[in-house]
């Protein structure tokens, strides 16, 4: 007789909020440098496109934040006549408050702002529902909420901008340490080639 074989598989590793933050921000480097290479980006483009994107990302426009990007991004960008700004590397930035973070950024936001205004409730946001709940509200809370905000947008646009320049040198460094090579590969076949001597008839 011939024992059943059984098939352990491996539980998978649970989801935690680490995790997935890790992998949202590995996803937004990605498809910054993507986005990069696509459009051949001049230099400043990424480090202003993200600090308008956190900007924005950090203000309680629950929803609205990527036409938000794309209204501004398309004025400046017409009025200046250049391309200063990026619509995916902004509403990349935006994602600096998301559907992990949405609800304790606004608590956040709701309990810094009660201290600038007075609160009729205090709340301790359980869902996005309550979050939009309050905001469309237009009382008090929403009052509250948009105050505390403004600490985080402000800070946000340097910050957004000192990760944009980071990424941007990286992809020059990146950019260098190609032509470095292509130098050294050319010069490795030139220096292969065989050398031809010229004899000359006495």
Request: aromatic content about 8%.
């Amino acid at each position: 007789m011939f024992r059943a074989h059984r098939n352990y598989t491996l539980a998978p590793e649970p989801e935690t909020p680490e995790r997935l933050l890790k992998a949202l921000f590995k996803r937004i480097v990605t498809k910054i440098m993507r986005q990069a290479r696509r459009m051949t980006l001049s230099k400043g483009v990424i480090a202003r496109s993200m600090a308008m994107g956190m900007v924005v990302g950090f203000s309680p426009t629950v929803g609205l934040q990527m036409v938000i990007c794309l209204i501004l991004i398309l004025i400046v960008n017409r009025l200046a006549g250049r391309y200063l700004f990026d619509i995916v590397v902004s509403v990349v930035g935006t994602l600096v408050v998301n559907p992990l973070t949405m609800v304790p950024t606004y608590t956040l936001y709701y309990v810094i702002g009660c201290r600038a205004v007075t609160c009729s409730t205090v709340v301790e946001f359980q869902s996005e529902h309550q979050v939009h709940q309050m905001l469309t509200t237009l009382g008090d809370g929403a009052l509250a909420i948009f105050i505390g905000s403004l600490p985080f947008m402000i800070v946000g646009g340097p910050v957004g901008y000192w990760i944009g320049r980071g990424i941007e040198r990286f992809l020059e460094r990146r950019v260098e340490r190609r032509q470095a090579r292509q130098v050294q590969m050319a010069k490795r076949r030139r220096d292969a080639r065989p050398q031809q001597t010229v004899v000359e008839n006495g």
